[in-house]
């Protein structure tokens, strides 16, 4: 099992204050985060991709570069690509060339994103979404593993002869997550190519995802890439601790009540109790995200820096006592 923490790399009004960050001050919070992150432990690192405000990570090769440069061991990798609105050639070269900067510490994500808008600016249409993600990943997929490829498909111009480069490192693509909150397409494509499988269910109650969890179990094992189980799992989930539960709760209690992302629904207890959201001693989040067993076989868990962004040492002592195997690689 590996522990990260991930980014969305939003510039968010501290709910408290009144206070926001510069665009350059939540840049350098991540980075900061990032070599944290190496420093105390964790083993992966991603960052999201987003062209619109409030978000600052429109560019994150260029982001985990620099990060590569500064660390030895952490995994950089995104928390979404966007394939549907990215030319898959941009990303086969973009995320190749980081692999040999960062000695193939790179993992990548597809995702759809959760803006709308950004497909029209790309030249794209949001209702070709699940198409889009599946036309454009296939072509990705052959640009890593065919020193040459003629290709024709639906959205973009065709390729003959092409060669991408750089090539993968050691002839070895970067490990591929697909992402997804709710689409059974992705966990089917997820399956089909033998890749990981990320359940971001951060929002949502577990029941909603192991319907998900297990499509995508079975439909790797009907693909031939191994046992049902040997599927490669990744979830999301929400953390703030302090020394006692007392102290986390009334610390974070106001973050939660009036951020944009929880506030004004469910309680802070009623959301605790429905998602991976854990507010509390190092132990309560340990106990918490030892549930987690209930999805089988984790080789992934991630946590976003949220609104109050603790530190990542608070972070780190959730993973430190769980235990943790070796990175997944992909299916045979």
Known sequence: MQFGIFTVGDVTTDPTTGKA???????????????????????????????????VPSSPTTMLGYIAAQTERLILSTSTTLIT?????????????LQH???????????????????PWFGQ???????????????????????????????????????????PLDGVPPFVWHGSIRSPEIAEQA??????????????????????????????????????????????????????SQEAVREFRPYFDNAPVYGHGPSLEEFTEQTPL???SPQEVIEKTLTFRAFRRLPAAAVPDGPRRPSAEDRARAARPAGRGGRPGPAS
């Open 125 to 167: 249409d949001i209702r070709e979404g699940i198409p889009l993600a599946i036309e454009n990943y296939h072509l990705l997929h052959r640009l890593w593993r065919e020193d040459v490829v003629d290709w024709e498909g639906k959205f973009r111009t065709p390729l003959q002869g092409f060669t991408s480069t750089p090539r």
């Open 21 to 55: 960050p510069s665009e350059a001050d939540r840049i350098k919070a991540m980075v900061t985060i990032a070599k944290k992150a190496e420093e105390v432990g964790l083993d992966v690192f991603a960052t999201g991709e987003h062209h619109n405000p409030p978000f």
């Open 191 to 244: 399956a089909y190519y033998g890749d990981g499988f990320f359940a971001n269910h951060i929002f949502w109650p577990k029941e909603h995802y192991l319907r998900l969890i297990g499509l995508y179990r079975a439909r790797f094992e009907h693909y031939g890439h191994g046992d049902a189980d040997q599927a490669i799992v990744g979830l999301g989930g929400q953390v703030f601790m302090r020394k006692n």
């Open 101 to 119: 900067l960062a000695n193939g510490r790179v993992d990548l994500m597809m995702g759809r994103g959760n803006t709308g808008p950004v497909y």
């Open 278 to 280: 854990t507010v509390g």
């Open 85 to 97: 609105t990215n030319d898959p050639v941009k990303i086969a070269e973009d995320f190749a060339m």
